[in-house]
C-alpha cells in the first residue's frame, strides 16, 4: 500500500541544510494499523506529510498504492490524493462555516461524484461515526471528540486505501480519545489501512505494528504485525503479513 | 460548481458580504445613473449649431455721445468688415447660437392664437448671414438685398420674407410642405412667407427643448447705440481677423467701443463649460467608486485568504487542485457581487426616477444597467485574482502545521 524506499527529505534555505528524513524506508501492507511514533522534531510529520502526498521529497522512492509518486505534477498528485487518502488532523481542521453535512461533503466535490452518490456517502460515513442525526449541526456546537468523529467521517467517505492521522487524539482528553481510538480500530478491522503519527505509547501500542522514528530515520520498528486485532476479528490475513520497514 | 456550500458558508458572516455588497450596490447605481448624465452632456456638447464654427467670430460695437448716428454706423462698419483682407463675409446679428442671449417668440399658424405653434429664437440679420454662419440652405432661396428693412429697436417685426430651420419648418407643417407658407409672428398680421429652409440653426440656449428652432428675420435693427457684427474670416485667417476688424472699427469711429469679440469656438467652449465640469466631477467619482470597489474586494478576499490559509491547506490535503482554490475565491466573489448587483440594479433604476422626477431628467435607458453588471463581474473577478491567486498556492502541508 505504501513503499518508501531510502527516501531523503532536506529543507534548504540560504544558510542551512536540515535533513529532515534521511535513508526513510517503510512499507505498509494493505489493511495494517501502524503506528509511527518519535519524540518531537524527529521528522513524524514530514514523514506523514511526504505519505499524503503534502510535500515533495528529495530523494529515495515512494510507491502509493503501486503508483510511482516521483515526479506527479501538483493537480496529479492532489487527485490522486483525494482518490486514495483519508487524512485525519489533531486539530479536525473541519471547516467552520460549513455544517457537517457540507463538511464531509468537501473532499467528495473535488473528486466529482454525482450529488445523489455524494449525499448517500455523506449519510452513511456520518451514520457510522453515529452522528447521522447531526449533520446540520455546525463544528462549533460540537465536542471535540464529536468533531474528530466528523473529520473521519470526512476521510471516509471517499472509501480511500490509505487513512493517514495525525496524532488523532492529541486535542481530546482521554474519554474521547479512547472512542477515536475504537472508532479507528474498527474502521482498520473493516480493511482500511490506518497510519498514525502519535506520541502516546498507549495508543501506539494498539496498533499493530509500531515504527519508531529519531531524527529522520527509522530506528525501531516490529518484524511482525501484532497479531491480537486479526485474530480477535477473524480479519482476514492481510494483518498478519511479514513487515519490511 | 459550489454555489450552495459558498453561499451557506457567507452566510454565517454576514457583515463582509452585506459590506462589500452594499458598496457593489451603490456603484451600479451611481455609476450607471453618472455614465448616462455624462453621456447625455457629451451629446449636448456634440450637437452642430449648423454653423461655421472655425473661422467665424463676432463682434460688439457701443456707441456713446450725443449724435451718435448708430443705423449709419452699422453701413460703415459692414461696408468696412467687408472690405478687410481675410474677410470672407460678414453680417449683423442680434445674437449666435450658444452664446446664451437671444430674442424669442412663438410663431403661429392662424392669428390671435392662444398657445403658438412653435417657439423659435429670432436671428436679425441681413442678406449675407447665409453665407456669414454658414447656415446650409435646404429650400427656397436666400434674402434679396431689398428685403431686409431698417427697423428702431421697440418696433413690431413685421417680416414679409423669413427663413426658417428644417427643424422649425417640420414642427410648424409637420407634412414637410412649410416652404412658401405664411405664418404670424407676435400673434398679429400681418403674416410673414417662408421664402427659405436651412438645415439646422441651434438657439443661442444650449438647454433649450426646442434648440433647433431658428427663425432669420432680414432687417437692420441696431439694440440702441449698439450693433453686433458676426464676420466669417477665409480659412486659417480668423485671429489675424479678429485683431484687425477691432482695431479697424475702432480708428474708423473714436465714438464707440469695439469689444465683446468672440471666436465661435470660445462661444462654443463657454456655452458648455458647466457641462464639461459635470462631466468631468462625474467621471471621476466614477473611478473613484470603482477604485474603492476594487480595493473593498482585493481587501475583503486578502483578509479571507489569510484567515483561511489553514482552511485552504485542508482543502488541497482533502483534494482540492489549485484551479479548485481559485475557483472557489472567484466563485464566491461572483456571488457577493451578484447580490450586490441586484441589490444595485433596483437602486439603479430607482435612482434615475428620483432624477427624473425631481430634475425631469430623461429615463436611464434599460440596458446601462445589464451593461453595468457584465461591467461589475468582470472587475470583482480581475480584483479577486490577485488574492485567489495567492490563495491557490498555499501548500496543502499547511493542514498538518500546529496551530
Redesign the interface.
Known amino acids: 500500500m505504501l513503499k518508501m524506499t531510502h527516501l531523503q527529505k532536506v529543507y534548504r534555505t540560504h544558510l542551512i541544510e536540515t535533513h529532515a528524513l534521511r535513508d526513510f524506508s517503510i512499507h505498509v501492507r494493505e489493511g495494517e494499523f501502524v503506528a509511527v511514533t518519535g519524540p518531537s522534531g524527529s521528522g513524524k510529520t514530514t514523514f506523514l506529510n511526504i505519505a499524503g502526498l503534502l510535500e515533495e521529497f528529495t530523494g529515495g522512492s515512494y510507491q502509493l498504492d503501486g503508483v510511482d509518486v516521483q515526479g506527479l505534477g501538483d493537480d496529479a498528485r492532489s487527485r490522486l490524493r483525494n482518490a486514495k487518502i483519508g487524512f485525519i488532523f489533531q486539530s479536525f481542521n473541519l471547516i467552520p462555516d460549513l455544517n457537517l453535512f457540507d463538511n464531509v461533503d468537501v473532499p467528495l466535490r473535488y473528486r466529482g461524484f454525482p450529488a445523489a452518490d455524494r449525499k448517500r456517502r455523506i449519510e452513511e460515513a456520518l451514520g457510522r461515526v453515529g452522528l447521522a442525526s447531526r449533520m446540520k449541526h455546525y463544528p462549533s456546537e460540537l465536542s471535540g471528540g464529536q468533531q474528530q468523529r466528523v473529520a473521519i467521517a470526512r476521510a471516509l467517505a471517499g472509501s480511500p486505501r490509505l487513512l493517514l492521522a495525525d496524532e488523532p487524539t492529541g486535542n481530546l482528553d482521554s474519554l474521547m480519545a479512547r472512542g477515536v481510538m475504537e472508532l479507528l480500530e474498527e474502521i482498520n478491522r473493516q480493511g482500511t489501512t490506518i497510519v498514525m503519527v502519535t506520541h502516546d505509547p498507549e495508543l501506539a501500542a494498539r496498533a499493530q505494528r509500531n515504527v519508531h522514528v529519531i531524527d529522520g530515520q527509522v530506528t525501531d520498528f516490529d518484524e511482525e504485525p501484532t497479531l491480537k486485532r486479526g485474530a480477535e476479528t477473524g480479519d482476514s490475513g492481510l494483518a498478519r503479513e511479514g513487515v519490511t520497514a | 460548481m ?1 454555489i450552495r ?1 459558498i453561499l ?3 452566510m ?2 454576514k457583515v463582509s458580504m452585506v459590506l462589500i455588497g452594499l458598496q457593489v450596490a451603490l456603484t451600479l447605481a451611481i455609476v450607471c445613473n453618472a455614465l448616462f448624465i455624462i453621456g447625455q452632456r457629451l451629446d449636448n456638447m456634440n450637437r452642430p449649431s449648423g454653423m461655421n464654427e472655425a473661422d467665424t467670430f463676432w463682434l460688439g460695437s457701443s456707441g456713446f455721445g450725443q449724435g451718435f448716428d448708430a443705423k449709419a454706423v452699422q453701413q460703415a462698419d459692414l461696408a468696412l468688415l467687408r472690405q478687410l483682407p481675410g474677410v470672407a463675409s460678414a453680417t449683423t446679428t442680434n445674437s449666435v447660437p450658444l452664446s446664451g442671449g437671444g430674442w424669442s417668440t412663438g410663431i403661429n399658424l392662424q392669428p390671435q392664437q392662444n398657445t403658438s405653434t412653435a417657439d423659435t429664437t429670432i436671428y436679425l440679420v441681413d442678406s449675407h448671414a447665409l453665407d456669414t454662419f454658414g447656415f446650409k440652405l435646404v429650400g427656397g432661396r436666400n434674402f434679396k438685398p431689398e428685403e431686409v428693412t431698417r427697423t428702431t429697436f421697440g418696433d413690431q417685426l413685421k417680416p414679409a420674407s423669413i427663413i426658417v430651420s428644417k427643424a422649425l419648418a417640420d414642427a410648424l407643417f409637420p407634412d414637410g410642405d412649410a416652404l412658401g407658407k405664411q405664418v404670424y409672428m407676435d400673434q398679429d398680421p400681418p403674416t410673414s412667407t417662408i421664402v427659405g429652409i436651412i438645415e439646422r440653426a441651434q438657439q443661442p440656449w444650449v438647454s433649450s427643448d426646442s434648440i433647433e428652432n431658428a427663425t432669420l428675420v432680414p432687417t437692420y435693427m441696431p439694440y440702441g447705440n449698439y450693433s453686433r457684427y458676426l464676420v466669417r474670416a477665409e480659412p486659417g485667417r480668423r485671429d489675424e481677423v479678429m485683431k484687425l476688424a477691432e482695431q479697424k472699427l475702432s480708428e474708423a469711429n473714436p465714438s464707440r467701443i469695439v469689444g465683446r469679440l468672440r471666436s465661435m469656438e470660445q462661444v462654443r467652449e463657454e456655452a458648455y463649460a458647466g457641462d464639461r465640469a459635470m462631466a468631468i466631477i462625474l467621471g471621476a467619482v466614477i473611478v473613484a467608486l470603482l477604485a474603492v470597489t476594487a480595493l473593498g474586494i482585493v481587501g475583503m478576499a486578502s483578509f479571507w485568504v489569510a484567515q483561511r490559509t ?2 485552504i491547506g ?11 482554490i481559485l475557483r472557489y475565491f472567484q466563485t464566491e466573489n461572483f456571488i457577493i457581487t451578484t447580490l450586490g448587483l441586484v441589490a444595485g440594479g433596483i437602486l439603479a433604476y430607482a435612482l434615475s426616477l428620483w432624477l427624473m422626477q425631481t430634475y425631469q431628467a430623461p429615463r436611464l435607458p434599460w440596458y446601462y444597467v445589464p451593461v453595468g453588471f457584465l461591467s461589475l463581474w468582470l472587475l470583482g473577478q480581475l480584483a479577486v485574482l490577485g488574492p485567489a491567486l495567492r490563495a491557490s498556492r498555499v ?3 499547511v ?2 502545521r ?2
Not at chain 2, 314 to 324: E, I, V
Open positions: 459550489e456550500p451557506s458558508a457567507l454565517r458572516s489553514r482552511q485542508t482543502r488541497r490535503a482533502l483534494g482540492a487542485t489549485r484551479f479548485d501548500p496543502p502541508a493542514a498538518t500546529s496551530v
